[in-house]
């Protein structure tokens, strides 16, 4: 079946720094990949997508490659906010056509950035 | 817009008892789904469905039942309440297609006591 593995959190970066965090998948089929993320008391959002491999998604500073050699989505951005602090999930759907487009989730990396 | 709408945002309810959690959207959207979030476990789906009148059992489907009578609403029920049904619940629906996002609901935190 559809795996997904994060990284675990929390993590805790300074304003301004550089921030990774890692996806890896195990999917048969053509997935389609994303993040989204999660404020405090609030139900998640799409942060980006990507839909086939070497695909970058980038939204709000935030990028993520599609690597099908290393079966990887890892979330970047530059330079991280006190307004960036949140969850983030990795999650994939499996292309099939007809299937619902049912995401599978990892577990989730909460990042929280300080001053 | 008001996207996705989840009813009630938080319930308490005791073991054994009965209880409907709403989700409605207007996006006329045909893709609905429910989940369950877990502290440290992510999301996942209970159930989901492709337009009204069909459902499908998701991941962890058992203790719940759902129907889809119309477009718009994907009601949630659990018939006998138990304490592993403690959770937040997420309702989300998207547009047709394999690339479609889903759109949250904000959830409904339940506890079973």
């Known amino acids: 079946g559809n795996s997904v593995t994060q990284m675990e959190g929390p993590v805790t970066l300074s304003e301004e720094a550089f921030l990774t965090i890692n996806c890896t998948y195990t999917a048969t089929g053509y997935p389609s990949l994303f993040w989204y993320v999660q404020y405090p008391g609030e139900g998640l959002q799409l942060l980006l997508k990507a839909t086939k491999a070497d695909d970058k998604g980038s939204n709000k500073g935030f990028e993520a490659t599609y690597r099908k050699e290393t079966t990887s989505f890892h979330l970047e951005k530059g330079s991280v906010q006190v307004s960036d602090s949140a969850v983030y999930f990795c999650a994939l759907t499996d292309g099939v056509t007809g299937g619902g487009n049912k995401l599978t989730f990892g577990t989730g990396t909460q990042l929280k950035v300080e001053l | 817009n008001a996207g996705v709408t989840q009813t009630p945002k938080f319930r308490i309810l005791k073991i054994g008892q009965s209880m409907t959690l709403q989700c409605a959207q207007d996006?006329?959207?045909?893709?609905m789904y429910w989940y369950r979030q877990d502290p440290g476990m992510g999301l996942k789906l209970i159930y989901y469905s492709v337009g009204a009148g069909i459902t499908d059992k998701g991941e962890v489907p058992n203790g719940y039942n759902v129907s889809r009578s119309t477009t718009e609403d994907f009601p949630l029920r659990l018939e006998l309440a138990a304490p592993s049904q403690t959770s937040v619940y997420f309702c989300?629906?998207?547009?047709?297609?394999?690339?479609?996002?889903?759109?949250f609901g904000d959830g409904t935190r339940l506890s079973i006591l």
């Open positions: 989300a629906s998207s547009y047709i297609g394999e690339n479609q996002p889903q759109h």
């Open positions: 996006m006329n959207h045909n893709y």
